[in-house]
């Protein structure tokens, strides 16, 4: 039996847990539907907030493409497939060495990166994940049901050499597979 | 005055000036606010770090701070407000070959993004 001082004590701690939890219930509802928050896409995230989101989405790619089996990668024929589904898909978004990608891909919030430093920041297996289920809330599309398999696989040997190319090459390579079409 | 009072007085003196907002130093024309929000419209913090702009830590392009102190942009041009627009708004005019697309920058934003670049 519990003496009438540890009763005070459980009792307090109790009571204050619950009225902490009502608290902090009352403010993140008070913060959903008074909608202070601005969605604009003008306005920025604190920098720790996108650190946070960023390092979370890293970690769930290396996770879940841990099981990718990458097969060989980086004959001429894939690569000119590569080049072609990069500059009908990715290009908008992404651009390339010297080549701006489209308004729309400029003023997305987040940002989609510039992948002439994919190579630095992902491995194949992880690229092909990426390209394949998209990232959640980033605009990142999944393209599993709009490439072939073997798209897929091109577009990502495609990004692998593409940090190699300066301006007038990447530009000469796009163009050339628009003329072979 | 006591000594101490004047020591107070002194350090509120110095936290007030630390705060008081940086205006854009002489001669450069432009408003910074709008150049940041700018920038983050044309996609340069895909690239480039910026200073009080959120990102990912990318050196595609080269890191964006203290952009006052640099005298020539890409080896060519004074870093002045005009060239720094110059260089924004059409970069193959002065480098044919660099790796930074022409964005499609209007002289407006341009104007407003070098203030802000030249002030932070």
Sequence with gaps: ?181 | MNVLKMLALASLLLTLTACAPKGPPGGVLGDPARGKVALTQYACQSCHLIPYVPGSKVYVGRPLSEMARREVLAGAVPNDQAGLMRWIMDPQSIDPNTAMPNMGVSERDARDMSAYLLTH
Excluded at chain 1, 63 to 79: S, T
Aim: aromatic letters at 8%; hydrophobic letters at 45%; proline letters at 5%.
């Design chain 1, 1 to 181: 039996m519990l003496s009438n001082r540890h009763r005070l004590i459980v009792k307090t701690a109790v009571l204050t847990l619950l009225g902490a939890g009502a608290t902090a219930g009352a403010v993140g509802l008070a913060v959903l539907y008074g909608g202070w928050y601005n969605i604009g896409a003008t306005a920025q995230h604190f920098p720790y907030i996108y650190s946070v989101l960023e390092e979370g989405m890293k970690q769930s790619v290396r996770n879940h493409a841990e099981d990718v089996k990458v097969p060989r990668l980086g004959d001429a024929a894939q690569l000119r497939l590569g080049a072609q589904v990069y500059r009908d898909n990715c290009l908008q978004c992404h651009g390339g060495p010297g080549v701006a990608q489209s308004s729309i891909g400029m003023s997305m919030q987040p940002i989609p990166g510039p992948l002439v430093d994919a190579t630095q920041r992902w491995d194949p297996n992880e690229l092909y994940w990426v390209t394949k289920h998209g990232i959640k809330m980033s605009g990142m599309p999944a393209w599993e049901y709009h490439l072939r398999e073997d798209e897929l696989w091109a577009v990502v040997a495609f990004v692998t050499v593409m940090p190699a190319m300066d301006a007038r090459t990447f530009r000469a390579t796009i163009a050339r597979e628009e003329t072979a079409k």
